[in-house]
Structures are given as C-alpha cells and as structure tokens.
C-alpha cells in the first residue's frame, strides 16, 4: 500500500495527532510523529477509529506497537524516539520505516 505522509513536527500538533485530519482517516494516512517527547502517553481520546501506533527508537527500529480502540490511552517504551501511528485495518509496511528518517 502506498501512504500519504502526514508529520506532526510541534508539540501542538503532535498533541492533537489524527484528530486534525476529520473522519473518517483517509485509508492510506501514515502519520509520523518525530523526536516525541520522551516517556510521554499515546491517547484516542475524541476519536472514533481505532489506531495502530509504532514506537520507534534512534535508529527507526520499531519497538512496540499496540492497537487502540477510541478512547483509549497508553505510555510510550521509554526508549521511544519517533512514532508512527496509522488506521486500522492497514499492514506496518514490510520496509519498516527506514523511509521516515529524511523527514526527522
């Protein structure tokens, strides 16, 4: 599948995530939250779609990811550099995310 990249660089925006995009999430949206803050929490407050989310560390690597139904909250690993979060049902892309480091 090919995604549409969407980066939330500061801290607002990374704050207010997918629900600046509308419902319902395009099917292909890959959105990209670089250098977050560490230790930080991952919420669906307000939203009406679940999520994949993709902790990565320094070196694009994933470390975890979790599935979260609307409302939901969760702590980032604290190793978490980068995250990536996208609609469900889609597929981590079989590349990984080597891709997102030219946008970090």
Do not use: C, W
């Not at 292909?28 to 919420?43: C, K, Q, S, T, Y």
């Amino acid at each position: 599948m090919k995604y549409k990249l969407k980066i939330f660089r500061s801290l607002k925006d990374q704050r207010q995530g997918a629900l600046t995009l509308g419902y319902p999430l395009p099917k292909n949206i890959l959105m990209f939250f670089p250098n977050v803050a560490d230790g930080g929490v991952v919420h669906t407050k307000g939203m009406s779609e679940s999520l994949f989310v993709v902790f990565l560390d320094k070196n694009f690597s994933m470390i975890n990811y979790q599935v979260l139904a609307p409302n939901q909250m969760v702590m980032m690993p604290l190793e978490t550099v980068h995250m990536v979060e996208f609609p469900v049902p889609s597929q981590i892309p079989a590349e990984g995310f080597e891709f997102l480091r030219e946008y970090a």
